[in-house]
């Protein structure tokens, strides 16, 4: 998960804080050692952690902190608000043309997951209700046309493409001419990368940024690169002018250097994060909740924002209904497992919430085995088992178990579960959880 190792390290510093219960000048600077240790480990730029660490100590050693009944918190509560501010302060959304018609440019080195970004970029934006097209304009490798033509139909987005024009510039135009034709409003222009910077590189994106003349110019940079992701990023904005960066494979990095270190360099904020290979995963950068994540404070907005982009209204207004009539069944319960799925699986959901990022990788393999395991029981019941588990005897249990290849004692510890689920959301739905209860209000019914 992305900062594991940071938060962790972050973590053991604040924990011996914690269980201080006067904290003094020695304490504060123990602890910001601790700090600057982590952050260094975790590939942040050394001036960047020079500055953050300074920060958080003037702060920290005021009298406001040290004489406060919750000193540990007070220094937390500090260090969340510079991280937040190092990551960028605050969301900064994509920049569209007044008139109506937006172009925005990806640009970015070899190897970054730039085409796939284009595909999940456009995805994203037609959820936003706009109508974008890709235009491939790598001119140098067939291999990424076919890739942005493969990737374009998985999100249903239109492709142009020109594998006859060596001109990525007029291509380009060509591109942005056909989109309006059509009546689309955004071109996403997937440009050419290279194994390095060169000359020949930024000449063709100076010709297309000339050309088409972008709203957005997007820096897509692989996050496991650490510091050389911060060094591409100086080097682009510097040459080209960028106006944003989507930084790939963060959930991968446990370490998270180059994100707490690009804002700080290049001025140019992160504006989106790859969590995942899936053409969906693609999210707008919060500073404010990444910086909550990594100190183990969760991050209970954006777990509330998947779990209504996941959610079937309709399907939740059913089954409250249901639930009222004692209706839950088996088909119900596996819904329930989906939509955690969804959601991106058990790690992804555990790592938004408080403290469940300190789940070890060891748990989180046993958690996605036992959904598995799970799913291939209730596959192998017949839709009537489904319907009304009170049918599921001995005899059936265990040709069920054998069906799934499980045993007979995990039959059995399902349908406790379920049993258990069904009486929690029946609890739910009747509002005994306070102001969370109830489907309808959940869902904003």
């Given at each position: 998960m992305a900062f594991e190792s940071l938060s962790d390290k972050l973590n053991i510093a604040f924990k011996k804080?914690?269980?201080?219960?006067?904290?003094?000048?020695?304490?504060?600077?123990?602890?910001?050692?601790?700090?600057?240790?982590?952050?260094?480990?975790?590939?942040?730029?050394?001036?960047?952690?020079?500055?953050?660490?300074?920060?958080?100590?003037?702060k920290a050693l005021g009298e406001d902190v040290l004489k406060s009944l919750t000193p540990a918190q007070q220094v937390v509560k500090i260090v969340n608000e510079e991280l937040t501010q190092l990551l960028g302060g605050s969301s900064t959304k994509l920049t569209y043309s007044p008139s109506g018609f937006t172009t925005i440019m990806l640009v970015g080195l070899q190897g970054t997951g730039k085409t796939t970004t284009a595909a999940k970029l456009a995805a994203y934006l037609m959820k936003e209700g706009k109508k974008p097209m890709l235009a491939a304009c790598?001119?140098?490798?067939?291999?990424?046309?076919?890739?942005?033509?493969i990737v374009g139909a998985q999100v249903g987005v239109p492709v142009y493409t020109d594998r006859n024009?060596?001109?990525?510039?007029?291509?380009?135009?060509?591109?942005?001419?056909?989109?309006?034709?059509?009546?689309?409003?955004?071109?996403?222009?997937?440009?050419?990368?290279?194994?390095?910077?060169?000359?020949?590189?930024?000449?063709?994106?100076?010709?297309?940024?000339?050309?088409?003349?972008?709203?957005?110019?997007?820096?897509?940079?692989?996050?496991?690169?650490?510091?050389?992701?911060v060094n591409v990023a100086q080097t682009f904005h510097e040459q080209l002018g960028i106006d944003g960066i989507v930084m790939t494979k963060l959930d991968g990095d446990t370490r998270g250097g180059a994100a707490l270190s690009v804002k700080e360099v290049t001025g140019r904020p992160i504006k989106f994060m790859g969590t995942g290979e899936k053409l969906d995963a693609l999210e707008v950068f919060y500073p404010d909740r990444m910086a909550g994540r990594i100190l183990g404070m969760g991050d209970v907005l954006t777990l509330i924002e998947k779990a209504q982009e996941s959610a079937d209204l309709e399907k939740a207004a059913e089954l409250e209904k249901r639930l009222a009539k004692n209706q839950f069944t088996l088909d119900?319960?596996?819904?329930?497992?989906?939509?955690?799925?969804?959601?991106?699986?058990?790690?992804?959901?555990?790592?938004?919430?408080?403290?469940?990022?300190?789940?070890?990788?060891?748990?989180?393999?046993?958690?996605?085995?036992?959904?598995?395991?799970?799913?291939?029981?209730?596959?192998?019941?017949?839709k009537a088992e489904r319907k009304d588990p009170?049918?599921?005897?001995?005899?059936?249990?265990?040709?069920?178990?054998?069906?799934?290849?499980?045993?007979?004692?995990?039959?059995?510890?399902?349908?406790?579960?379920y049993e258990e689920s069904k009486k929690m959301l029946k609890q739910f739905n009747r509002g005994k959880f306070g102001k969370y209860g109830g489907f309808g209000k959940r869902f904003g019914r």
């Open positions: 804080l914690r269980g201080k219960g006067v904290v003094s000048e020695a304490d504060i600077n123990e602890a910001m050692k601790e700090v600057r240790f982590a952050l260094l480990e975790a590939d942040v730029n050394y001036k960047v952690v020079k500055d953050f660490v300074a920060a958080v100590k003037e790598d001119i140098y490798r067939p291999a990424a046309i076919d890739q942005l033509e024009n060596r001109n990525a510039a007029a291509i380009a135009v060509a591109a942005k001419k056909e989109a309006e034709r059509k009546g689309l409003n955004i071109l996403i222009v997937d440009t050419a990368g290279r194994l390095h910077i060169d000359e020949a590189l930024m000449d063709e994106l100076k010709s297309i940024r000339k050309e088409v003349k972008p709203h957005e110019i997007l820096l897509v940079v692989d996050a496991m690169t650490g510091q050389d992701a119900d319960f596996m819904d329930q497992i989906s939509q955690i799925r969804n959601m991106g699986g058990l790690g992804k959901v555990l790592d938004m919430i408080p403290g469940g990022g300190k789940v070890s990788d060891d748990q989180l393999d046993a958690g996605e085995r036992e959904f598995k395991r799970m799913e291939a029981i209730m596959q192998s019941m017949t009170s049918l599921l005897n001995a005899s059936r249990r265990k040709r069920i178990a054998a069906g799934a290849g499980t045993t007979v004692t995990q039959v059995n510890q399902l349908i406790k579960k």
